[in-house]
């Protein structure tokens, strides 16, 4: 059983910044892919960055350059630095994993998100 439980989403004026965190519990490795995507209402969810298991990064274009993607050292906790904050990027983030276990099994999990406003 895998569990993500997001947190440090909140209230930040245009051009700020926040740190949100991703804390994942039970069978999980530091060779998992994960990434952060959001949500924003009445909209699909999409995504904003990940990270695979080589430490490769895609970011989507609308935060390139403003948001940072990042693990600590078994890739338990998994971290999205946001800085230069706009309204479009207001939204529910959401923490994803993907666990590949022996032989050829994948396994997708989702935090329950947390919700950043950008506003002045």
């Known amino acids: 059983q895998v569990q993500l439980m997001e947190s440090g989403g909140g209230l930040v004026q245009p051009g700020g910044s926040l740190r949100l965190s991703c804390a994942a519990t039970g069978n999980i490795f530091s060779t998992d892919d994960v990434g952060w995507y959001r949500q924003a209402p009445g909209e699909p969810r999409e995504l904003v960055a990940t990270?695979?298991?080589?430490?490769?990064?895609k970011y989507a274009d609308s935060v390139k350059g403003r948001f940072t993607i990042s693990g600590d050292n078994d890739k338990s906790t998994v971290y999205l630095q946001m800085h230069n904050l706009k309204p479009e990027d207001t939204g529910v983030y959401f923490c994803?994993?993907?666990?590949?276990?022996?032989?050829?099994?994948?396994?997708?999990?989702w935090g329950q998100g947390t919700q950043v406003t950008v506003s002045s």
């Open positions: 990270l695979n298991s080589l430490g490769r990064i």
């Open positions: 994803w994993r993907e666990v590949r276990t022996w032989p050829d099994h994948e396994y997708e999990y």
